[in-house]
């Protein structure tokens, strides 16, 4: 893929670049090619002019993703760059790479709230919106006015909230659209209430989740009306592990990494834990983290 005449861009390119560096799980092969463009308009260049039969794969923070052991064919595109916040009177435009964490501190220091209810999610604004990421009680499309995309032809198109039928963990963002930034509702409250409400988030996440360890969150979404982790306990999987990729003891829809679990482990391992508790439960569960990549 070197050898392959790139568009002529801003941004930087990496070539044979390994994704386990940058996975969450500390997992996965390396890409062929790896640009992170500098803005909109250097990733609509690029997406102009690359050839048709090169494979595009979006990542943000690869917190929600698990990246097989043979890597990703192709380009992946990263948008860290893309880190702008502008506040306006009662809404905010946010670019797509910006840390979802990161954003509802500058809304606290605005004194405004938006999404503060996440903020132990561990995602960018674009693989959240793209997710849908949330909690039982909140979801990012809980308070999205639109999302503005760029096609992989490098046609920039935005959405409206209600045209983009969100649903649980899924945005509904078509597979050839890239995420670049979004426009959210805001309201005035005060900073103290605020930040009380993220430091109980934080005290509950660190009493409830296997902090540092290397972890993707959430393995499998909720079935309507049970919660994953207890499924998994009633199908006796609290412990469970295929080489060093483990089920968390502190949380058990958490799966880690204890050192040298490849992707392949954590395939094995998922498979069990679905077979163990379709068979005490009567229940498949459906995965929360995407598998991308070549096994």
Not at 50 to 72: A, F, K, Q, R
Not at 132 to 151: M, Q, R, T, Y
Not at 214 to 229: D, V
Request: proline share 3%.
């Amino acid at each position: 893929m070197k050898q392959h005449k790139w568009p002529n861009v801003k941004g930087t390119y990496k070539f044979d670049f390994n994704l386990r560096d940058i996975s969450f799980f500390k997992v996965g092969g390396k890409c062929d090619v790896y640009f992170q463009p500098t803005d909109a308009l250097d990733l609509q260049n690029f997406l102009t002019q690359i050839p048709n039969d090169i494979d595009i794969t979006v990542l943000g923070n690869v917190s929600n993703v698990l990246i097989l052991d043979n890597g990703i064919r192709g380009c992946v595109i990263n948008l860290a760059n893309f880190n702008k916040i502008m506040f306006e009177k009662d809404f905010v435009v946010v670019d797509a790479g910006v840390q979802l964490s990161s954003f509802i501190k500058h809304c606290i220091d605005h004194n405004l709230s938006c999404c503060e209810k996440l903020f132990c999610i561990p995602g960018t604004i674009g693989g959240a919106i793209s997710m849908n990421a949330g909690i039982p009680s909140f979801e990012i499309g809980d308070a999205l006015i639109s999302v503005d995309c760029i096609k992989f032809n490098g046609e920039r198109i935005t959405f409206k909230r209600k045209d983009l039928n969100m649903t649980y963990r899924d945005g509904n963002i078509g597979k050839d659209l890239i995420v670049v930034s979004a426009t959210f509702n805001v309201s005035t409250k005060e900073k103290i209430k605020l930040q009380q409400e993220v430091n109980d988030i934080i005290k509950k996440r660190r009493a409830s989740q296997p902090i540092g360890a290397y972890t993707c969150g959430s393995t499998f979404k909720n079935p309507p009306g049970e919660k994953a982790w207890e499924l998994i306990q009633l199908a006796e999987c609290k412990n469970l592990n295929v080489g060093d990729a483990f089920v968390s003891d502190i949380h058990s829809n958490f799966l880690i990494n204890k050192g040298n679990a490849t992707s392949s482990d954590f395939l094995k391992l998922i498979n069990i834990i679905k077979q163990k508790v379709l068979q005490h439960t009567g229940i498949l569960l459906e995965e929360e983290i995407k598998t991308i990549g070549e096994p």
